[in-house]
């Protein structure tokens, strides 16, 4: 295959989404970049968030950086995912509409691992090409990737996902807790899917790392 620029490849990525790159746990824990589980970014110690509808601590979930996303659309931000603790209370997250949300994503700058609990880094795979079926309670939801569309379980999300784009949302990535099981359980989580929409950059019609909006869908 020839090689294709990096703008190619955000092309494909986010504007054409005929492609997407595999997300996947790195063998140890990243202290900086992308990573899943174990101690929150340190820029929270000063107060972990709390959920905007119960008023519970927030369990930390995972932070995207520019290695994961590229440094144009990070552009020297990191983002990380919060999510309620309360099995029910995150239930109502499992659509893209939800006010307030239970399972939130904040922008921040990029900030090391606090002190505490390991968790793993989150790595990049090299770009695949999409093989586009149903996009909804479809089969091919139980994996993890950035760019292409997303893969819904929950049928009941088509609307919600077009009014997102609406919003001028973008979808940014998915991650399969099912693979990364061992490491979120942790964080309260049963096993599902999460996706992230961030704010599309008007001027490129690519997304950035702001104005994250999360949803959670389980099996
Ligand atoms: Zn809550």
Not at 57 to 79: H, K, M, Q, S, W
Not at 93 to 98: K, P, R
């Amino acid at each position: 295959m020839k090689r294709i620029s990096r703008a190619e490849a955000r092309e494909k990525l986010f504007l054409a989404r005929t492609y997407y790159r595999p997300i996947v746990l790195g063998e140890d824990d990243g202290p900086s970049g992308s990573r899943i589980a174990g101690a929150f970014p340190r820029c929270f110690e000063a107060g972990a968030p709390k959920c905007l509808r119960c008023g519970k601590l927030l369990d930390y979930f995972l932070t995207i950086e520019a290695d994961v996303v590229g440094p144009d659309i990070a552009n020297e931000r990191a983002l990380s995912v919060f999510a309620c603790a309360d099995a029910n209370c995150r239930l109502e997250s499992i659509g893209l509409a939800a006010e307030p949300p239970s399972v939130v994503a904040i922008t921040h700058q990029p900030s090391p691992r606090s002190v505490g609990e390991p968790g793993r880094r989150l790595l990049r795979g090299h770009l695949r090409k999409e093989r586009i079926h149903e996009r909804f309670g479809s089969s091919r939801v139980e994996q993890s990737k950035l760019g292409g569309p997303p893969y819904w379980i929950q049928t009941s999300i088509a609307g919600d996902e077009k009014e997102a784009q609406a919003r001028g949302l973008s979808f940014l990535l998915q991650i399969n807790e099912l693979e990364l099981d061992e490491f979120t359980t942790n964080a309260g989580f049963w096993g599902g899917e999460v996706y992230l929409f961030t704010r599309m950059n008007p001027a490129t019609g690519l997304p950035t790392l702001e104005d994250g909006r999360v949803a959670w869908n389980y099996t």
